[in-house]
């Protein structure tokens, strides 16, 4: 089976000072990789890596990033806009403060679908309204016709797993997207991340400072130190016979979430 993405010994730079050493992760098709670590380990810098999403003075200086087969690094600034949305999306840390404010959640939803394919306004509508009821949000009509103001920071979170989702990606990133949240509506938004794996069998690299969010999701975990990964493997492994100090500590500090 061709791995879904596959870096190897990446490092990534910001201003030619490494920020990232001799990373190299490996997800499949429909698995979930949780990456975890204190704020600064350059967890959120992997992802934005393998999304050509750096910004200025960010590049990869070291390393390979193979999307099914495909060598990222090598694609052009087209390909990878492309690549983006349809085959790659991104939850953000705070979906609202990537929202425009002056444009409706349904406004904002087409724009971002006729970017890669020809569709109605209604097709994308009916799109949304079939993704809130997978995700058992009944009030799918009333959000769609919200601004980004007018909801909860629990419910943008909900709209950013909606927009990225929409163009039913085979890899979804979501960057720390809880941690802004309550414990309870953390779980709401996990169950739906989840449900998107159940669904369409997306593959997600979810990132966190909270092993109890990936303890609850994830397959595989690579634990993340001063831009290195310092520990990866299988779930069950890390979680329960960890070999490095600092995922003991980690472990111990974390807060599991309510598994209703």
Known sequence: MTLLLDMR????????????????????????????????????????????????GGAVTKGDIYYKGKNVLCASAEEMRKMRGADMGMIFQNTEAALCPIRTIEDQLYEGVIQHEKASREKVRRRALDLFEKMRLTDGERILK??????????????????????????????????????????????????????????????????????????????????????????????RRPKEDYTKKLIGATLRLNRG
Do not use: C, W
């Open 9 to 56: 010994r990446v490092e990534v730079s910001y201003n030619g000072r490494p920020a990232v050493q001799n990373v190299s992760l490996q997800m499949e098709p429909g698995e979930i990789l949780g990456i975890v670590g204190e704020s600064g380990s350059g967890k959120s810098t992997v992802i934005k890596a393998a999304m050509g999403l750096l910004g200025n």
């Open 146 to 239: 919200s601004y980004p103001f007018e909801l909860s920071g629990g419910m943008n979170q909900r709209v950013g797993i909606l927009m990225a989702m929409i163009l039913r990606p085979a890899l979804l990133f979501a960057d720390e997207p809880t941690s802004a949240l309550d414990v309870t509506v953390q779980a709401q938004v996990v169950k739906e991340m989840m449900k998107m794996r159940e669904i369409y069998g997306t593959a997600i690299a979810i990132v966190t400072h909270n092993i109890g969010v990936v303890e609850r999701m994830a397959d595989s975990i690579a634990v993340m130190h001063r831009g290195r990964v310092v520990e990866y493997g299988k779930k069950e492994d890390v979680i």
